[in-house]
């Protein structure tokens, strides 16, 4: 029986090869049905400004975002490849992990060039139950204000 | 030998023809800089709301030209140029500051919130050796002043002393739709740029053109989100430089509109797993619930549903543009209205639901270009006027009167 923080290092990698591997209709089933994920940027956290890149109240919406990128979303083709550095856990009385790691995010375009798309951290609240860890609440902070043309996969 | 801008001849066709040798020839950029961004156009520069505040600065740019934007200890607003009046180093290094002086950092210049020279370090000398001459005298130094004005909030600059008063430069229907959006108590709810690959004009021009708008993008018609909102139509200044599109609620709704203020979301029925996105309210009572202005060159003003936002964009070369997010609320907005903006921030911005395909459609025409400086685009959707139209918007009449506006500015003929 592996520890919490084993299984939450797990839980993150596993989410990061999903997106990596374009398994986007998988991506939702990583958060809690009611779950919130907010892409934002440190500007806009260190001013307390709500509004940030992409915001998701609950898997529907999550959903929809896959579903418009596969559908109706015209972009170029490019794959991303997330490196995330090792979690750090800090456990809640309620049995929830506040969990905070770093990434990387490269973008490989249709071109076969690949660069640094993203830095920046993720705040995670997870929860656990019967299927394993869960994320409740996840804020992708990017380090910077400034986005590469175009941000359309789950980061 | 280069050849110089001044040889471009403009196709016949005036502005239903644009060189494509416009999107990448570094010579028609550097005289964009001159005619165009120090030229007599009034400029975006940033909202009062960021410069609310004695020593409150904001430092942003005309063009390539970083400047300087102040309110001083009596309240009133200065533009400059941020470059020091000793070396040319950038004064203020920070996007956002609070300051009772501004200094260089390289040899402490001190000047004034409004610009003015106030002392130079070492001015007498250490120990009585060095030292600038006798005859140095702080009052006749100063960083580069321009011209400031604000309407809606909104404050704009200009190098130019032949630039018309803003409003008059704007005229009365884009003053007044910029009123009706902007002229109210503004809150920032978020900001954010996006780096976009191309010229800035393929931008400007995007952004007027509203033939493309549900043919690029299909997020409305793929969840087929019920819009009632389909009627609408095109206005153009006096000098079509800058536009107004928008579309508006059927009339027939409207009585029922009228007696109810409530959230319309059922209004927008749709096959949406999470539709809380778009959850709206009347926010206006003219029925218009989507709406884009352009000012002439680089700023745009939206109104999409209640997600109200400007953008702009600053050419950081002649095949790159920062374009610029600011998303906005009132200060009178309840909770539910805050929260209802947020939400709605979705539907543009860098991840855009409705709109991200504007981030790369541009870069498809920069490099679709490239080698093509001697051809040409065809833009007669519309007809060949640049003439508002208040009853379609399957035209690119906005986009006419860009190019009109650019051709009159630089001084391009046939």
Redesign the interface.
């Known amino acids: 029986m592996s520890s919490n923080a084993d299984q939450i290092a797990d839980f993150l990698e596993r989410y990061c090869h999903t997106l990596d591997d374009g398994l986007f209709e998988d991506w939702s089933a990583y958060f809690e049905e009611d779950a919130s994920y907010l ?3 440190r ?2 956290v260190e ?1 307390n ?17 896959i ?2 990128l596969r ?6 083709n490019h794959t991303h490849r997330h490196v995330v550095g090792r979690p750090l856990i800090e456990p809640k009385p309620d049995g929830q992990c506040a969990v905070r790691s770093s990434f990387v995010i490269y973008r490989t375009m249709h071109t076969g060039q690949t660069e640094v798309f993203a830095t920046g951290r993720y705040d995670d609240v997870l929860k656990p139950g019967p299927q394993g860890w869960r994320i409740a609440q996840r804020r992708v902070v990017l380090d910077s ?8 996969y789950p980061l | 030998m280069e050849t110089t801008p001044c040889d471009l001849r403009w196709p016949a066709g005036g502005a239903t023809r644009v060189p494509y040798r416009v999107f990448s020839d570094p010579a028609i950029y550097q005289m964009e800089q001159e005619k165009i961004f120090r030229g007599p156009i009034w400029h975006y520069l940033c909202l009062t709301v960021e410069v609310k505040n004695p020593g409150d600065i904001r430092t942003t740019w005309i063009g390539d030209t970083p400047i300087i934007v102040t309110r001083d200890e009596n309240g009133e607003l200065h533009g400059m140029v941020n470059r020091c009046a000793h070396k040319g180093a950038l004064v203020c290094l920070k996007e956002r500051d609070n300051k009772k002086s501004l200094t260089c950092v390289y040899h402490a210049w001190n000047y004034k919130l409004d610009g003015q020279l106030r002392g130079v370090a070492f001015q007498k000398g250490v120990k009585g050796k060095g030292g600038m001459p006798e005859d140095f005298d702080v009052s006749k130094h100063r960083l580069q002043p321009i011209r400031v004005s604000v309407v809606a909030g909104i404050v704009f600059g200009t190098f130019s002393d032949e630039a018309p008063p803003l409003e008059e430069f704007l005229g009365d229907r884009i003053t007044a739709f910029l009123k009706r959006n902007m002229d109210h108590p503004l809150k ?10 191309n010229n800035w004009k393929l931008y400007a021009e995007n952004v007027r053109d509203s033939y493309h708008a549900t043919l ?1 993008h ?2 409305y ?3 087929k989100v019920n819009r009632l909102d389909m009627d609408g139509g095109i206005i153009l200044s006096e000098k079509k430089w800058h536009h107004i599109s928008y579309s508006k609620r059927a009339t027939l709704d409207a009585a029922a509109e009228y007696t109810s203020a409530e959230v319309h979301s059922a209004k927008y029925s749709s096959e ?6 778009l959850q709206a309210w009347d926010g206006f009572d003219d029925q218009i619930t989507h709406s884009i202005q352009t000012i002439f060159p680089t700023l745009v003003s939206q109104l999409t549903l209640n997600s109200l936002a400007v953008r702009f964009v600053v050419p950081r070369g002649v095949d790159k543009t ?1 374009l610029y997010w600011i ?1 906005l609320g009132y200060e009178t907005d309840t909770p539910e209205q ?1 929260k209802m ?3 709605q ?2 539907l543009t ?3 855009g ?1 409705v709109a ?2 504007d ?3 541009n ?1 498809f025409v920069q490099r679709g270009t490239r080698g093509s400086d001697d051809k040409a685009s065809f833009i007669e959707m519309g007809g060949k006027l640049a003439e508002s139209n208040e009853s379609s918007r399957a035209t690119e009449a906005a986009v006419r009167g860009f190019w009109h506006g650019y051709q009159t500015i630089m001084g391009f003929h046939e």
């Not at chain 1, 992409?54 to 529907?60: A, I, K, N, P, T």
């Not at chain 1, 559908?71 to 170029?76: G, K, S």
């Not at chain 2, 920032?188 to 690959?197: A, N, P, R, V, Y």
């Open positions: 892409v934002t940027t500007q806009n001013a400004m709500p509004i940030g890149i992409v915001l998701c109240e609950g898997r529907g919406m999550m959903d929809d975002r579903k418009a559908i109706a979303n015209i972009f170029e204000r400034m986005v590469d043309t175009l941000m359309v | 920032i709810l978020g900001t954010h740029s996006q780096m976009i690959h690029l299909t997020f018609t793929t969840f949406l797993d999470g539709p809380q996105l920062e998303f805050e903006r947020v939400m921030a979705n911005g860098a991840a639901l991200l395909e981030g790369c459609i870069s």
